[in-house]
């Protein structure tokens, strides 16, 4: 009930209702609306009472409970159930430990700080005053197939800070999103598959928000959205226009089997077309010229033998904007 009363509220923010009032919309008893109000305050909302008025939520611009998160994925078919951590080791880990107790469901982890956040190869992802979340889907599509969510996923991030900013936000393929020349957001996507079946995969996706200062060894490759503003970013203002975005670009590749408006962003604000690169397998380096993004999401590049090629993955590194490993 926790999650009605607090939605009613929401609904109602620019005025007063009334204990009456949701006691009625929800057929239960006063005293229950009552109790369910304290708890509410009790996790950190603002509620204010009155008199012959009823109560009115101020300052709910924070995420603070499952039952937010799960307000706003309502609209949303593919996503069934949310939670909330003020701090996590990862959000991916927990939907991995999640998903055989809900099986058949497609979860979302969102949390503000992350213990062991990873990125790709096992590297670790600092952490702090972020938005970190995850999202695992159980699409009926071939292990293969599973990589363009990564690109599904980064467009969705684009088209985002383009509606709430005007940052110069760029794509570093395949998975990092980049501000300047640094690093504003990360994507993991994990892959839980047999021989020619996904089980789940999980897309993970850490946001650099309000940290003004990264450890020494990041401070050259990494930034966030107060750094480049010098405005801090609710959580709020940023998922909930995410949440849309990505179930909008995953609804046409899973009931049109169309990717199109995902690559489209992603060419469009690719920051690696047109320039020579460094990809980098294990220790294996070798530089080439990106010609453009495929259908599919591969980069087709011009190699140290003048021939075109097309490149299924591997470590960029942009010369003269950052380093190996951005």
């Known amino acids: 009930m926790k999650k009605e009363v607090l939605k009613l509220l929401k609904e109602n923010r620019e005025g007063y209702l009334s204990g009456g009032e949701m006691s009625k919309s929800l057929d239960v008893s006063r005293t229950a609306i009552w ?3 304290n708890k509410l305050r009790e996790e950190g909302y603002k509620i204010e009472s009155v008199a012959s008025k009823g109560y009115r939520l101020i300052d709910d611009e924070e995420i603070r409970s499952d039952e937010e998160v799960n307000i706003l994925l309502e609209p949303y078919k593919y996503f069934d159930e949310g939670f909330f951590y003020e701090t996590i080791d990862s959000t991916n880990d927990v939907l991995k430990r999640k998903a055989g107790e809900r099986n058949s469901k497609n979860l979302v982890a969102i949390s503000k700080v992350q213990s062991k956040g990873k ?3 096992g590297r670790v992802w600092e952490s702090n005053q972020g938005l970190y979340m995850s999202y695992l889907i159980r699409p009926d599509i071939m292990p293969m197939a599973a990589a363009i969510f990564t ?7 684009v088209k985002t800070f383009k509606e709430i900013s005007d940052l110069d936000i760029k794509i570093k393929w395949p998975n990092d999103i980049v501000v300047n020349g640094k ?3 990360g994507i993991l996507t994990e892959l839980n598959a047999e021989l020619n079946k996904v089980n789940y995969l999980i897309v993970g996706i850490g946001i650099n928000l309000n940290q003004e200062v990264f450890n020494e060894s990041l401070q050259d490759i990494a930034t966030s959205y ?9 959580i709020n203002d940023f998922l909930a226009p995410f949440i849309k975005n990505f179930h909008g670009l995953i609804s046409a590749f899973i009931e049109e089997k169309s990717y199109k408006e995902a690559i489209r962003i992603c060419r ?4 690696i077309i047109g320039k020579k690169v460094n990809i980098l397998n294990g220790d294996n380096k070798r530089t080439v010229e990106v010609l453009d993004l495929t259908e599919d999401g591969q980069l087709l590049v011009l190699n140290e033998n003048q021939n075109e090629e097309r490149v299924f993955f591997g470590e960029i590194s942009i010369r003269g904007i950052g380093k190996d490993y951005i």
């Open 183 to 185: 690093k504003i957001c």
């Open 226 to 234: 107060k750094i480049e503003t010098g405005k801090n970013l609710k």
């Open 119 to 121: 990125g790709r190869l």
């Open 268 to 271: 469009e604000y690719s920051a």
């Open 35 to 37: 109790k369910v109000i």
């Open 151 to 157: 690109q599904i996923a980064a467009a969705a991030v």
